[in-house]
DNA sequence: AATAAAAACCCCCTTTTCGGGGTATTGGAT
DNA sequence: ATCCAATACCCCGAAAAGGGGGTTTTTATT
C-alpha cells in the first residue's frame, strides 16, 4: 500500500486528492497539511512514501519545503502538484529533489499513474509539464558551451557587454547575442533573473 | 517547574504550544493570552518566568506589548514566537527586551530549549533566526531597511521597475529611486553585481 | 521643538539591455 | 562531402536601467 501525504492551502485540493487516491486500489492517503510548519509536524508522526506537494503555501516556499524534505527524509519521494508551468519551478522543483510534476490541471490517471511511477523509482511529468520541459530542451537545452559559460561568469560578475567585449577582444554585438541567447538557453527574462539562476543552479 | 504564559491570537497556536510545554518534565503552561489586553491582566494575576510572545495581535503590537511587559516585569524573561522572519523584528524585538526569538515554523526541541535556555539566563534563536542574525551581522555596515530588503527580494526575482511597481502599487520612479539607491548602499554599479552580492551576502 | 531617517515621488538625459530578425567562418563528426 | 554546432558578427528599434539632480510626508528619537 502505497502512503501518500499531501501538502496544499486548499482543502478542497486536499479533499479531491484524498477521494481520488483512496478510491485508487493500492493506495492511500496517510496525512494532509496546509503550510509548511503542520507538514514538517505531519512528516515527524506519520511514515509515507509518496508526498504530493504544493509551491504556494502561506508559510514557507514550497521549493524549499521540497529541499527541507529531501535533506531529513531522503527516502520520501516527492511529486509536485502546481498550478505553476513555468519551466523555472519545474526545474527547481526538480533540482530540490522532486521526482515528478504534476499540473492541477492533470487528468485524474495521470495523477494516479505518477504515483505509482515515482513509488516505483521513476519520474513522472503530466503532459504539459512534459510538454514544457521538452519544448525548452528542444530550444537548446541547459547545457552551455565553454564561451556561453564564461559570458555567464563575466555577466554574473557585473561587467557591462562593452568590458566584456574589449576584456575578450570580441565586438559589442557578438556579446550582445550571446546574453540574448543565454537568456534564451536559462528560459528567464532579464539579467537579474539570468544571474540568480547561475549562482542558484551553480552554472558558474 | 518552570511557569510559562503564552500570547498568541491563533488559538490553535496555543493549544499546539500547551500540548508540546505540558508534556515535557519541567515547565507548564500556566496561563494563556489572545490579544494585548487580556495579557496584561492575565500578568497581574499570575506569576510567571517566561512569555513568549506573538508580534501579530489585534490589538496591540507585540514589539510594544514586549516593551511594556519588561518595564513592568523585569524578571520576566520574553520570547519573541512569530512568523516574521526579518532582521527587521527580531532586531526590534531584542532592543525592546526579549531574550530569546523562535520562529513558527521551529522545531519543538527548539521550543523547549529555547524556554530552557533563557529561564537560565541565556539568549536562544531558532535555527533559523539565527542565521539571519549571524548573516546580517556578518555584512557589518550595510543595512537595508525593510523597505529596501522588500525591494531587493523582488528585482533579485527578476521583476522591472514597472511589475514590482504594479505589485506594491508605487509609481515608476519611486521603485527607480530605491533601486539606485540600492545600488549605492551596496557599493555595486548594476543589477548583475547586486543580484549576486544579494544571493552571495543573503541580504534576502 | 528640532533632527534625522525612511518612504514615496519627480524630471532630464544617457547607457545598457532586450527582442527579433539576420550572416559568415570554423572545426569536428557521420 | 556534408552536416552541424560553436563561435563571432551585424542592424533596427523599444524597453529598461542607471546617473544626477531634486521634493514632500510621515515617523521616530532626542
Redesign the interface.
Known sequence: MIKVIIVDDHPIVIDGMKQLIDAEPGMNVVGAAMN??DA?ELLKSTPADIVLLDINLP??NGMELCEYIKRHYPALRIIALTGFKEYFYMQKMIHNGASGYLLKNAMPEEITEGIRTVYEGGEYFSDEAGAVLKSHREKGGIFLTMRETELLSL??????NREIADKLFLGVETINSYRKNLLLKLG?????????LA??EKLV
Open positions: 509548511g510548519a514538517r508559510d514557507i555577466i554574473v560578475e557585473g561587467y557591462t528567464v527574462k532579464n539579467t537579474a533573473a539570468m544571474v540568480r549562482i542558484i
